[in-house]
């Protein structure tokens, strides 16, 4: 049977909607990995398939492109919230991920804010394999970790263009202190309300942007004091807000786009 899909982007930070309400879940790792192939699939960062809820307009599970499972994507949830929006007529959605029950909401400047629940800063709910401070991380560079429902290790730095992404990316993401592997951030602090953000994305490398490692990077800075309550993250692809007053859930505002949609080849589905 064909698989149709709606390729979309945040910022750049591109990720695919698969629905399947009403119909079997077709993804499997294997194809999640030839999906996400961007010279013989669809080519994404993260791809959310859309199921029947019975509490909620839609529940989401996300797949990493390297075939590996997620519990938060805030790119990819603002991307599913856009659809079930304009399907309804609607200004407000709530989806149910296995990071909660998450509620969505289009601003006045057409902009999809999501409330992606408290973070997580004790050291197992990261987790890390051993016992320790979340907020000074006794490795080299001192980073600050939490979870927004995926692993995140946020490092501060002064000067962003002289961080090696791509070489330090992948021995953070892999290190022996995060089982699950972690998304790496690397932040330039331009002032308390705003900051430059890179990203090594645990199974997908370098993306243009991330809504969940936003909300991270921005959750660290506020943690360790360097930053105010509402932060501009700048990343490479745009402009993202996040808002967290230190206590509740963290508020992730930006923009969405679809691309295109499509129907995925029987030669792809029988791979």
């Known amino acids: 049977m064909p698989l149709s899909f709606h ?16 119909s079997p879940n077709p993804i499997t790792s294997n194809m999640a990995r030839l999906m996400g192939d961007r010279n ?43 659809m079930l929006m304009r399907e309804s007529n609607m200004t407000s959605a709530a989806l149910r991920t296995n990071r909660g029950l998450l509620t969505c909401e289009r601003t006045s400047t057409g902009a999809i804010s999501v409330n992606m629940g408290k973070p997580l800063l004790g050291w197992s709910d990261v987790p890390l394999a051993l016992e320790m401070d979340t ?18 290790c946020t490092y501060f730095v002064d000067d962003l263009a002289a961080v ?5 990316g992948p021995g953070v993401e892999t290190n022996p202190l995060f089982p699950l592997r972690t998304n790496v951030h690397f932040v330039q602090i331009i002032d308390r309300k705003h900051i430059r953000l890179r990203i090594w994305e645990r199974g997908g490398g370098i993306p243009l942007g991330s809504g969940s490692c936003s909300c991270g990077a921005a959750v660290n800075g ?29 508020f992730l505002t930006g923009p969405v786009e679809t691309t295109f949609s499509g129907t995925i080849a029987d030669a792809l589905l029988k791979a």
């Open 7 to 22: 390729k979309m982007h945040a910022n750049g930070d591109d990720f695919v909607i698969v629905d399947s309400r009403k």
């Open 40 to 82: 013989r699939g669809i080519g994404f960062n993260q791809l959310a398939v859309v199921f029947d809820c019975d509490d909620a307009d839609a529940r989401l599970i996300f797949w990493n492109a390297d075939g590996s499972t997620l519990d938060a994507c805030g790119s990819a949830t603002r991307g599913a919230a856009d």
């Open 135 to 152: 907020l000074v991380m006794p490795l080299a560079g001192h980073p600050t970790a939490c979870s927004m429902g995926n692993p995140h």
């Open 164 to 168: 090696e992404i791509a070489t330090i």
């Open 222 to 250: 506020i943690r360790r004091g360097l930053l105010d309550n509402c932060v501009e993250v700048e990343c490479d692809g745009g402009v993202v807000t996040v808002q967290w007053d230190g206590v509740g859930s963290v």
